[in-house]
């Protein structure tokens, strides 16, 4: 069983939506990475959060960890929103290697 | 400035051969990891070096790959006698010193080698 778990797996959303990708996570891990990846595959790090919330633009990241449970929300979305979000958790034992999600694939149509 | 730089950026060889990609990482990182995202599977961990401490090995699939970081910098990663199951884009992340008292810190990726064994 992954120790993060995503949904959902594809998301296809209009022009100008509000987005929301979940993401759940184990026992061990103490912070999360949101990641996008654009076809041709380079990642960037969106956010990497371990309370609270964080704003960047159109997009947020929250995270709740009493239920361990993390979301990205984008507001407004554009079609070069369309990529692959990744959640990836780094773990509490000190090597700060990431878990992933198996990602979502986000869609917008103009 | 400059980011994270892999190369090759593309390699095709044949079964059996070996194969060396290779990451530079940001100046200053002492964290660098290397991952791996094959075809229809999400991505994984390989190794992790940090500062001069022993790599964590944990994630490498078998014992034909292997991965070194010299003078703390560029890092090297070999798979030997490739098989077909190795075709995959191999990442490359580079950070600031993370955990303990320092906090997390965030990954900075490379563009990736895309690898195909035929």
């Known amino acids: 069983k992954n120790e993060v778990e995503q949904s959902p797996q594809n998301l296809t959303a209009q022009e100008g939506e509000f987005i929301t990708i979940n993401c759940s996570y184990s026992?061990?891990?103490?912070?999360l990475h949101w990641l996008q990846q654009h076809p041709g595959g380079g990642i960037v790090s969106l956010f990497m959060?371990?309370?609270g919330k964080k704003k960047h633009g159109r997009l947020i990241a929250t995270i709740n960890i009493q239920e361990k449970h993390s979301s990205l929300h984008i507001t407004a979305s554009h079609p070069r929103d369309s990529a692959v979000y990744i959640c990836a958790g780094i773990t509490i034992f000190g090597n700060e290697k990431l878990t992933f999600g198996t990602g979502t694939r986000l869609t917008i149509i103009p | 400035g400059a980011g994270v730089s892999q190369s090759p950026s593309n390699k095709v060889t044949e079964k059996g051969k070996d194969v060396e990609l290779r990451c530079d990482p940001i100046s200053g990182h002492t964290a660098l990891y290397w991952y791996r995202q094959s075809l229809g599977q999400g991505l994984e961990f390989l190794i992790y070096f940090q500062g001069n401490s022993a790599p964590d090995k944990s994630g490498l699939p078998s014992d034909r790959f292997s991965a070194e970081r010299t003078g703390g910098s560029v890092s090297t990663l070999t798979i030997q006698r490739t098989q077909q199951e190795d075709s995959a884009v191999y990442l490359c992340?580079?950070?600031?010193?993370?955990?303990?008292?320092?906090?997390?810190?965030?990954?900075?990726f490379g563009d990736g080698t895309r690898l195909s064994i035929l």
């Open positions: 026992v061990g891990i103490s912070a």
């Open positions: 992340a580079s950070s600031l010193a993370g955990g303990g008292q320092g906090g997390h810190q965030p990954q900075h």
């Open positions: 959060l371990s309370s």
